[in-house]
């Protein structure tokens, strides 16, 4: 909390890669295999390829203990028109309290709630044609 870490380090950064554009998530799985952010717990470009499948296949990342030591989390996307992934909305919490099967049985109100969001963004970005306004 309160600095920065490498994109791949978190659900919420997983979930932004996953639904990124090919070219943009080939540019950043090159770079761990080119040792431009190497680390400790860095992965190669495979195995956080591998992942990110998993990620785009779910809809949704999730960690027990993951990042930050002690803390669970889930993030799913939230998309513009058009489908393109630009924010995600990450739920976390002590992993005590937040294991693996609670965070899973927060996947359908979290995906839920995130598709809602993309949708009151798509609408807020584009006027209502005058020939679907209601007046009371």
Do not use: M, N
């Not at 890669?17 to 680390?39: N, V, W």
């Not at 049985?105 to 584009?126: D, F, H, Y």
Request: charged share 25%; net charge positive.
């Amino acid at each position: 909390i309160g600095r920065v870490v490498p994109l791949h380090s978190g659900v919420t950064g997983k979930v932004l890669l996953a639904f990124a554009t090919p070219k943009e998530t080939s540019a950043y799985l090159r770079s761990l295999d080119s040792g431009h952010r190497k680390g400790p717990e860095t992965p190669d470009g495979l195995s956080l390829s591998r992942e990110l499948e998993q990620v785009r296949q779910h809809g949704y990342a999730l960690a027990v203990k993951d990042r930050v030591r002690g803390i669970s989390a889930i993030s799913a996307p939230i998309r513009e028109p058009g489908g393109i992934v630009r924010a995600a909305l990450t739920l976390a919490g002590p992993a005590e309290r937040c294991t693996l099967d609670q965070l899973k049985s927060w996947v359908p109100t979290l995906t839920k709630a995130t598709q809602e969001i993309s949708e009151l963004l798509g609408r807020s970005r584009w006027p209502v044609p005058a020939d679907q306004t209601t007046t009371a």
